[in-house]
């Protein structure tokens, strides 16, 4: 047997050789030529340039001829696309219809996360098109080789997966390439292999000895070697080698052509369709990205498959009437799989032999539809639609409008029609199937289900709300879904019309919601909490799900604040929101999970490199996210804390990190540094960074439990680094791997992230993306409270390790923090001096004039610490600078658009007396100032963390709501 090499062999004198391995193959030089071109089709994404036209809001579909118009504009033929991308090609399927149509019709009537069916899904293209595009796919067909093909091309390998096909695959080439390493694999496991020869009738009719033996090899192997997904696509390449390693005279002619078969080449033929397919699937993880489809082999017109009302969008395109017989063109198939076909056979819709040999017209083709268009009405919700692709059907000469009789069946059942759309077929895509060949087009006939107003039972999360969350719960309400909406006197059932879902879906203190015998559907956020099973996984508010956990960070707001603030803004998907003190990036992260486009700024370098990682690495293909975060994990593992190791930090940088880590530690820290250059993706190598930051306190000298740098009682000698950082990347692994599992239920695409360094006093940062004139529709943030945090020191180890920054460094960044507590000699007496002359500068609220007037006065007249004396001048520092800030957001917010402050007072001792920092409600007289209107004030429940350094605490937080 020739090696595979000689396959893709083109010069003169290899030709004779390249034609006997086709022959072999069952191949002509043009299937290895169009399997050459499958391979190399083009990437995905040049596929969709240009297919930019999607849905926006369900509201949208509410005017079915407006909807119609629409897809009327749109061009159907698809003359010039390329239909073989990504995994769309792995296997012959008699009459498909091309990707680009359930494409379209998705894009167009469906939104992302919703579900979306297909009754006659063939070979999975409209399953593997609604994963692509971010919804949920659900296919049944009655052909079970349907389930193989769809399942096949709709996961990705995952690399355990990939690895193990790559073994196998190289298992079957040793084998083809001796005769004597056959027989003996065959009579090793002759009493296991006997059991998966099918009982096909007269199969030596239609299957050499040879094929025979290796084909019940192979789907031994396959059954006892294999598993996951990796044994769902050598199922598929063995289902689709039959036809070609059988006597059957081509894919579409059912006829026994008997021929020499040699030994091993049916073998051979499974392992280059193998590694072809391979080739061919190799861009389909980093689009997929652990998303699955549902598949069942079902009959569409006598079985209940789905729940009534829980399907958003059919798309499909059923048999044509007289034409295919797909039990036929598969038979063998089925057979080497497990099945029946003959029972197949007696339930095919639209086969051209039932309808020879029992004479039929067209009436038994509509009469079987018509159970399926009933199953499909009760699955559908209301308002949305079903589109049918079908042909015309042909019997005794008589051709009939197939979308036009099924459009009156439709109707009787309860459909609205909202239409027929035309599209032409090219000439050498017309049927193989004579009664079919005079077709030159198919029709897409338009459905919907009527919409109507239903009542909504609203349900809580499993966890318990606090009052001010209620408050918050029911503004979402009333702005996504309307004033009125609320039932009298039952504040968890709404009135609303079933294209609201989409709004249902966005609310986050709402976690379930259901219609009167309709299918319970999660929102957005309970699913991101706690996954979409039926089971409450946890009756505690999660903060930590997707990367909200990635690093600690002092002082930020929880990220269900954030979501439901940019609710009560209605902020659309697609529109924008700045928080200009960004921190670790919890507006940022909610506005990318909820479709929204966020500004941040912060001039922490840590909290930036954490803001950036949470959201980039969302970015990064799952798949090469793991081999490589694998590979780092093994690189590491070698890592000692014994030897001498050149370290990369500055003489300045290395002693300050000998203070404050053990030798051991830092000598691992110094080769994990290395170790983290070598990583060949940015967003990869800065996430590894934020990890290993992530464990500092737990490996050096400083206390965990203390906010600021203190030192541990007992000094450590060691720490497990290793173990702690492999044990952080693991379980973010697994975090980011449940996260992209959820994406098909993600009811938008992903929003966009700009983040930058930089000073939100200065107009700096605000040019640099141009928000002065963009504009944003909302400002989410929780500005810092005035000397509440002192957040460089808290984190000055990671900023030490990560940025090499040494002590004078990080003072002067500390200094420059809007609220920092330190301050120099010099600037506190120039600040005392404009509070003794009345020049407060650019403040204008009267209570922080006040506020600083009474300190200033108390300190003065008493015999105080530096500290208290430096009190007045530091709160006339963060009052103006807070000031700056507002002036700056009044240039970047449209008009009627959102701020939001979550900001919190405290209190301080002035000459023996306690004195409250009202900031909330300075910060209301400075946006009055602004021009702003006060919407509303929600107090805010403050719970203390236990740590060091609470007695000037936050004592109460509040959101504070303007409008521009």
Partial sequence: MKSKRLVIETTDGQKQNLEKILVNQGKTLTDWFND???????????????????????????????VFEKLQKEDWDFTKEDTNYLSHNIHPYPAKYIPQIPNKIIRLLSLPGERVFDPFGGSGTTALEALLLSRQAFSADLNPISSIIGQAKCKALSKEEEDDLRVFSNTIYLLFQNPDNISYALQQHLTDIQGYIP??????????????????????AIETKSSGAGK???????????????????????????????????????????????????????HLRYKNARFVVANSSTEKILDDNSIDLVVTSPPYPNTTDYHLYHRFRIFWLGHDPREMAKMEIGSHLRHQKANTDIEEYLFEMKGCLKNVFNCLRHGRYAVFVVGDGIYKGKQFDTAVLLEGIAKEIGFISAGILDRNLPEH?????????????????????????????????????????????????????????????????????????????????????????????????????????????????????????????????????ARSLTNIAHIKWGQSVLDPFCGSGTVLLESYLNGIHSY??????????????????????????????????????????????????????????????????????????????????????????????????????????????????????????IELLERKIKNQLERLKSFFQKCSSMPCAPGTTDISLGDCRTEEPFKKFDLFAKKVDAVITSPPYATALPYIDTDRLSILLLFGKKSKDRAALEKDLIGAREITNTERKAFELLIAAGDFGGTKSKVAIDTIKKVYTLNNDEDVGFRRRNMAALLYRYYDDMSKVFVNLNKAVKENGSLFFVIGDNKTSAGGEDVNIQSGKILVEMGKKEGWKLESIIPITVTQENKINNKNGITENEIIWFRR
Avoid at 232 to 259: C, H, M, N, W
């Fill in 429 to 561: 895509k017309r049927s193989f199937v004579s009664p079919a060949r005079r077709l030159s087009a198919e029709r897409l006939l338009v459905l919907v289900k009527p919409n109507m107003t239903q009542k909504f039972n609203l349900a809580l999360p499993p966890y318990r709300l606090w009052p001010y969350e209620q408050e918050l719960r029911k503004l979402e309400i009333k702005t996504l879904l309307g004033d009125k909406v609320i039932v009298p006197g039952k504040p968890d059932l709404a009135m609303v019309s079933s294209l609201s879902i989409d709004q249902l879906k966005r609310l986050t203190f709402t976690h379930e919601f259901s219609a009167t015998q309709s299918w319970k559907e999660k929102s957005w956020q309970a699913i991101l909490e706690n996954g979409e099973g039926t089971e409450i996984k946890s009756k505690r508010k999660e903060p930590k799900y997707v990367t909200h956990g990635l690093h600690p960070y002092k002082g930020k707001f929880y990220p269900q604040l």
């Fill in 199 to 220: 009982p096909v009738p007269n199969i030596e009719k239609w299957f050499h000895l040879h094929a025979i033996e290796e084909l019940s090899y192979l789907r031994w």
């Fill in 36 to 66: 050459k071109v499958e391979e190399e089709a083009a990437p995905y994404l040049t596929v969709q340039e240009g297919n930019n036209t999607q849905l926006r809001q369900l509201a949208d579909l509410s005017n079915t001829s407006e």
């Fill in 600 to 721: 941040g700024f912060d001039i922490n370098p840590l909290a930036l490199k954490i803001a950036k990682s949470k959201t980039a690495i969302l970015s990064v293909d799952p798949f090469l996210s793991e081999k490589l975060l694998l590979k780092f994990i093994e690189d590491i593992r070698s890592v000692k804390g014994s030897g001498k190791n050149k370290s990369p930090f500055e003489e300045g940088v290395q002693d300050e990190l000998q203070a404050w880590f053990p030798e051991k530690v830092l000598n691992k820290l110094i080769q994990i540094h290395a170790i983290i250059n070598e990583v060949p993706n940015v967003q990869l190598l800065e996430f590894i960074e934020v990890c290993l930051s992530s464990i500092v306190r737990e490996i050096s000298q400083q206390d965990p439990k203390d906010l600021r740098i203190r030192r541990r009682k007992d000094p450590i000698q060691d720490a497990p680094v």
């Fill in 232 to 286: 769902i696509l050598a199922l598929s390449v063995f289902s689709k080698i039959i036809t070609r390693v059988s006597y059957q005279d081509g894919e579409t002619r059912y006829a026994s052509k008997p021929r020499d078969v040699d030994r091993g080449a049916t073998l051979f033929i499974f392992y280059t369709e193998l590694e072809s397919t391979l080739r061919k699937i190799v861009q389909l993880p980093s």
